[in-house]
């Protein structure tokens, strides 16, 4: 066995001598050597708990106008730290902002002292004093108590650090390296206020869908993500095996056949916010792990789908940013209903400049291998209508736009449009180039949907590898009678692209799928 194989070694040393090697950056080296100092002289460096009064931008608000305040008790990072000998002024960082602090030597003790001067960027700490106002207006912490809580090990991956004349070390910007950034979010997020922000926003676009829609009486329920059989949506899925039962199992591609049966069982009103996993390629907006909003409503039709889609974004975007004309990735887009309505072949004439809805599959994949898809050849026609769609049409709508009665034979799951059964009741919302919201009248007979199946089933036998699977319970549950039901679909992380101006999903999914680091 190699020395480097041996279990409880890094490298082939032991962890202590590892981070004491000469091989290892200095700051690392002088980190190290702090935390042997911290152990001679008995400070633990890793406290159990501590229990703050506030946080940072509260404790700050406590001051009001006064020039001294109300005794505080904080924690956080340390983010700058100006050492003048007997005193030092510090900046500490929470999710809240940012807090300065000062410590003087006669206001500690003995302990607390030694541990200012073995501080480094990126610890924990704890500290308790009274509030005051320096001579330049800035909130402090007169520090009368420290406590480490823990101690940084490796320096934070800090964009730029900047020494101002007065020795204040601060922090500037973050990551230069993209990828990085992605694979240690946990860095990224210590360091760049901004993509915490992201997240901090993230969190209150969910939580305001969930009190949209409780408000509206739905329901909100859990679905499988572990499905024997997979369904929903034209996706691969991802496939894994049950030792103890002996059989495939898929991630879900979709909650659609799940929470339909639901509106069978008489819950009228149901929507899920979940994690949904497609095998598919990975690009500006797809993920294979992504979030989705799927509800569906008794009664309801997708012209009742259309004002909710309006509904719970310009809702959202209110609650959230408190405005509805927005900046996304270079384009003003108003948000403000009612939203643009057209129908699908309508808007491909329009941008595209052909009648699709008359012309053959010969010269739709004449068009799209002009387009330069070099496998034009070997699509059928809905996958063609789809690149069409997708080539010429989307990237023409900034606003939000509601296409809609989509063809039949692009819509498994829809009802056929009401005096035209070569359309189905369905529309997406596309905004800025990307389809935000799918929706449907449902299809509730159960022999048209057997025989959407079985037409899918015909599909997948001559290669699709994405067509959908006769499922025979979900066609059981609708034998018992769906009724009238209105479904939708939602991307959240592309709501959440759309409403903090961000250019790819994988600045908004905290632990995005990537490609093998090669770096390492």
Same mark, same amino acid.
């Given at each position: ?114 541990? #200012? ?63 990085? #950034? ?5 860095? *990224? ?46 996706? #691969? ?30 819950? *009228? ?42 509904? $719970? ?21 108003? $948000? ?7 129908? &699908? ?28 898809? +070099? ?10 209508? *789809? ?52 929706? &449907? +009248? ?79």
């Amino acid at each position: 066995m190699a020395p480097e194989d041996q279990p409880g070694l890094r490298d082939g040393l032991p962890i202590r001598e590892w981070y004491a090697a000469p091989e290892r950056p200095k700051p690392i080296r002088d980190r190290y050597a702090k935390l042997e100092r911290l152990r001679d002289i008995e400070v633990p460096a890793y406290a159990y708990s501590f229990d703050p009064s506030d946080d940072l931008a509260s404790a700050m608000s406590k001051l009001g106008e006064e020039d001294e305040g109300p005794h505080v008790r904080i924690a956080g990072r340390l983010l700058s730290l100006r050492d003048m000998g007997k005193s030092a002024f510090a900046h500490l960082g929470d999710r809240s902002g940012r807090l300065q602090v000062y410590l003087r030597r006669d206001e500690l003790t003995e302990t607390e002292h030694e541990i #200012r001067k073995l501080l480094d960027l990126g610890d924990w700490i704890g500290v308790e004093g009274p509030l005051f106002r320096t001579r330049t207006g800035e909130v402090t912490v007169r520090v009368q108590k420290l406590a480490l809580l823990a101690k940084s090990m490796r320096p934070l991956p800090m964009g730029k650090t900047e020494v101002t004349e007065e020795g204040e070390t601060i922090v500037h910007s973050g990551f230069s390296d993209v990828e990085s #950034r992605y694979r240690q979010r946990y860095a *990224d997020l210590a360091v760049n206020p901004d993509v915490r922000d992201v997240f901090l926003t993230r969190a209150r676009i969910t939580s305001t869908l969930r009190a949209l829609l409780d408000a509206e009486g739905y329901v909100e329920v859990e679905t499988p993500i572990l499905q024997p059989l997979y369904g929903g949506a034209f996706a #691969r899925p991802f496939t894994t095996h049950h030792h103890a039962l002996d059989r495939a199992l898929y991630l879900r591609i979709a909650d659609e056949l799940y929470l339909k049966r639901l509106i069978v069982g008489q819950l *009228d009103r149901v929507y899920e916010i979940s994690k949904n996993f497609r095998n598919e390629g990975i690009d500006r907006t797809h993920n294979p792990e992504f979030t989705m909003l799927e509800l569906y409503r008794a009664y309801a039709d997708y012209q009742t789908m259309m004002d909710t889609a309006e509904h $719970l974004v310009t809702e959202t975007a209110l609650a959230v940013l408190g405005r509805l004309e927005i900046e996304y990735s270079g384009h003003t887009v108003s $948000l403000a209903r009612p939203w643009r309505r057209i129908a &699908f072949y309508d808007a491909i004439e329009n941008f595209a400049g052909f009648d699709a809805r008359t012309a053959d599959t010969e010269e739709l994949r004449r068009r799209v291998r002009a387009a330069g898809r +070099s496998d034009a050849g070997e699509l059928g026609r809905t996958k063609l209508l *789809d690149v069409v769609f997708s080539n010429w049409v989307e990237p023409e709508l900034v606003n939000p736009t509601i296409i809609f009665d989509y063809p039949i034979e692009m819509s498994p799951l829809a009802k056929p449009k009401r005096g035209d059964p070569e359309l189905a009741e369905r529309f997406e919302v596309i905004v800025a180039g990307s389809e935000l919201v799918n929706a &449907f +009248s449902e299809l509730n007979d159960p022999i048209d949907q057997w025989d959407r199946f079985a037409q899918q089933a015909t599909a997948r036998a001559a290669g699709d590898a994405e067509a959908q699977i006769l499922d025979e319970d979900y066609v059981r549950a609708l034998e018992y009678g769906l009724p009238p039901t209105g479904g939708l679909g939602m991307g959240v992380d592309r709501l959440v692209m759309l409403l903090t101006d961000k250019p790819t999903i994988r600045e908004v999914i905290l632990y995005p799928i990537l490609r093998d680091d090669e770096s390492t």
